[in-house]
């Protein structure tokens, strides 16, 4: 059997780092998933004037210093993106691609999206739409997919999926370089909508559409409520109490995904209220035991 963490934590911005020192400190077996940039979010910030203690710093100080804080304390981040969780009863089945790991809590810390979704993404969502294209990438096979990246991490999974389907296009939804693979088509044009009848046959751009099987939208985070089957979503955000518990015994969330305002300070108080919640509960259970 695999390891079965105490707490896992998703998000490496400010909510889940928080959540990860504070777990630490209450000497619980943790793993945190996101990335080594930490956040897209916070790298971004030219100036930021509202977090105590770090009067005139850049986003990228701030992660700087978050980086060095989580070094000093042994806590390694697992480059992976979760692409569900499903609530076992006792514990919790968190999936990357195959892979499977375990975590009696979790702490849900995935930030927010501020784009919203595309006319016609929600409708087909299973039908033609995805969010993890190396989850779905057999289904696809020999077929056209259409990929919207949102990202950098956007361009591996396009190169992937163009192994197996018969005609890739790349719409992307940021400026960079897009080391992609010789026969995946860039379209620079904006999407409009996706359309189909029982499942996706096209999308509509700004200029003409592109006839396709299957479309993926590649974003930094998925909705919570697609994240985690069964969450309780309020007007968009995940809902917690003030102990950051959510409606699924031993989930609790932190950050941006739990409502406004969007700020580092909000989130990363968050993130420590999550990880004492957690910890207390895990005592809890092992009184009981
Ligand atoms: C340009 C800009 C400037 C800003 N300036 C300020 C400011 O001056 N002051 C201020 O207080 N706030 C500012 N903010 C807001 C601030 O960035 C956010 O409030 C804060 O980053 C939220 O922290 P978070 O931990 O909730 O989420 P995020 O920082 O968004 O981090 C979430 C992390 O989770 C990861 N993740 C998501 N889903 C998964 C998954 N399924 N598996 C694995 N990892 C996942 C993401 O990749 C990301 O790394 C600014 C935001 C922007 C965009």
Same mark, same amino acid.
């Given at each position: 059997?695999?390891?079965?963490?105490?707490?896992?934590?998703?998000?490496?911005?400010?909510?889940?780092?928080?959540?990860?020192?504070?777990?630490?400190?209450?000497?619980?077996?943790?793993?945190?998933?996101?990335?080594?940039?930490?956040?897209?979010?916070?790298?971004?910030?030219? *100036?930021?004037?509202?977090?105590?203690?770090?009067?005139?710093?850049?986003?990228?100080?701030?992660?700087? #210093?978050?980086?060095?804080?989580?070094?000093?304390?042994?806590?390694?981040?697992?480059?992976?993106?979760?692409?569900?969780?499903?609530?076992?009863?006792?514990?919790?089945?968190? &999936?990357?691609?195959?892979?499977?790991?375990?975590?009696?809590?979790?702490?849900?810390?995935?930030?927010?999206?501020?784009?919203?979704?595309?006319?016609?993404?929600?409708?087909?969502?299973?039908?033609?739409?995805?969010?993890?294209?190396?989850?779905?990438?057999?289904?696809?096979?020999?077929?056209?997919?259409?990929?919207?990246?949102?990202?950098?991490?956007?361009?591996?999974?396009?190169?992937?999926?163009?192994?197996?389907?018969?005609?890739?296009?790349?719409?992307?939804?940021?400026?960079?370089?897009?080391?992609?693979?010789?026969?995946?088509?860039?379209?620079?044009?904006?999407?409009?909508?996706?359309?189909?009848?029982?499942?996706?046959? *096209?999308?509509?751009?700004?200029?003409?559409?592109?006839?396709?099987?299957?479309?993926? &939208?590649?974003?930094?985070?998925?909705?919570?409520? #697609?994240?985690?089957?069964?969450?309780?979503?309020? #007007?968009?955000?995940?809902?917690?109490?003030?102990?950051?518990?959510?409606?699924?015994?031993?989930?609790?969330?932190?950050?941006?995904?739990?409502?406004?305002?969007? #700020?580092? &300070?909000?989130?990363?108080?968050?993130?420590?209220?999550?990880?004492?919640?957690?910890?207390?509960?895990?005592?809890? &259970?092992?009184?009981?035991?």
């Amino acid at each position: 059997m695999s390891e079965r963490y105490d707490i896992a934590i998703i998000g490496t911005g400010p909510a889940g780092l928080e959540a990860a020192i504070n777990a630490k400190i209450r000497n619980k077996n943790i793993i945190i998933f996101g990335n080594k940039e930490l956040s897209p979010k916070l790298v971004k910030a030219s *100036k930021v004037n509202n977090y105590l203690g770090f009067y005139n710093a850049t986003g990228v100080d701030l992660k700087n #210093q978050f980086a060095a804080h989580i070094a000093a304390m042994g806590i390694g981040i697992i480059n992976e993106k979760i692409n569900n969780v499903y609530a076992m009863g006792d514990y919790f089945a968190l &999936m990357v691609n195959e892979k499977i790991y375990e975590a009696k809590t979790i702490i849900l810390a995935t930030g927010i999206e501020y784009t919203k979704p595309i006319k016609g993404e929600e409708e087909f969502l299973g039908k033609g739409v995805g969010y993890c294209a190396t989850c779905d990438a057999p289904l696809y096979k020999g077929k056209t997919v259409v990929i919207v990246g949102y990202n950098k991490e956007s361009i591996e999974e396009t190169n992937y999926v163009s192994e197996l389907s018969g005609k890739t296009y790349f719409i992307p939804m940021y400026k960079g370089e897009y080391k992609l693979s010789p026969n995946v088509e860039i379209i620079n044009h904006k999407i409009m909508e996706i359309v189909g009848n029982d499942v996706v046959t *096209k999308v509509i751009l700004d200029e003409g559409e592109l006839i396709t099987d299957g479309v993926f &939208m590649l974003r930094d985070s998925v909705s919570p409520a #697609q994240l985690v089957p069964g969450l309780q979503i309020e #007007q968009g955000h995940i809902k917690v109490g003030r102990d950051m518990k959510t409606n699924i015994e031993g989930c609790y969330a932190a950050g941006d995904c739990t409502g406004k305002p969007y #700020q580092y &300070m909000k989130s990363a108080g968050e993130g420590l209220v999550a990880a004492l919640s957690a910890a207390s509960y895990l005592d809890k &259970m092992n009184e009981i035991k």
